[in-house]
């Protein structure tokens, strides 16, 4: 089945340091990718997704790109700031498919 | 932005109490799906649905119920809550572009 590898947590960093969170995934066909991000307290917000290998997504000022020969999907940001401490959960949704596939989520935290 | 509710947001019940959390969208997805979530943890499938008087078991087994009469309406029941039953329940509505999932803020249980 479907099935999706997130880096364990949590990532501590310091403030405008450089993000990479990894995620790898396993799926029949071609799905489509998403990365979620929960605030303390919230529900998961989505923050950036790609549906097609070669894209990449992109949203304030974070990034990943779809890689089919890698089955990857890692999340970047140049540079992150304190309010950007959450929790990250990579996900793929297959187009036939009616169930979702999440990773277990990375905790990041990014402090001064 | 997602058009998708939840209320109530916090609940603190006695053990023995009905309670109906409710779920609603406005964008016409035919697939919603509820999760069961401990703060900052991964997303555990509960319920889901395809449409109109269809309904699923997730893969966690759960002692709620959920119906669905409306396409915009997806309510989880709990006929007599217990204190294993405190967690945090987010429903989710699948559709448009790339089969985007959208996430409601969820709804917070505590059961005393």
């Known amino acids: 089945g479907d099935s999706v590898t997130q880096m364990e947590g949590p990532v501590t960093l310091s403030e405008e340091a450089f993000l990479t969170i990894n995620c790898t995934y396993t799926a029949t066909g071609y799905p489509s990718l998403f990365w979620y991000v929960q605030y303390p307290g919230e529900g998961l917000q989505l923050l950036l997704k790609a549906t097609k290998a070669d894209d990449k997504g992109s949203n304030k000022g974070f990034e990943a790109t779809y890689r089919k020969e890698t089955t990857s999907f890692h999340l970047e940001k140049g540079s992150v700031q304190v309010s950007d401490s959450a929790v990250y959960f990579c996900?793929?949704?297959?187009?036939?498919?009616?169930?979702?596939?999440f990773g277990t989520g990375t905790q990041l935290k990014v402090e001064l | 932005e997602a058009d998708i509710y939840q209320t109530p947001r916090y609940l603190v019940i006695g053990t023995g109490k009905k309670i109906t959390l409710e779920c609603s969208q406005t964008m016409g997805h035919d697939k919603m799906y509820w999760y069961q979530q401990d703060p900052g943890m991964e997303l555990h499938l509960i319920h889901y649905?395809?449409?109109?008087?269809?309904?699923e078991k997730g893969d966690l087994s759960s002692e709620s119920t959920v119906s669905r009469i409306r396409t915009e309406h997806f309510p989880l029941t709990l006929e007599s809550a217990r204190p294993s039953h405190t967690s945090q329940y987010l429903c989710?509505?699948?559709?448009?572009?790339?089969?985007?999932?959208?996430f409601g803020e969820g709804s917070w249980l505590t059961v005393v």
């Open positions: 996900a793929l949704v297959t187009g036939g498919g009616n169930k979702l596939t």
């Open positions: 989710a509505s699948r559709g448009g572009s790339g089969n985007t999932i959208y």
């Open positions: 649905s395809y449409g109109v008087n269809s309904t």
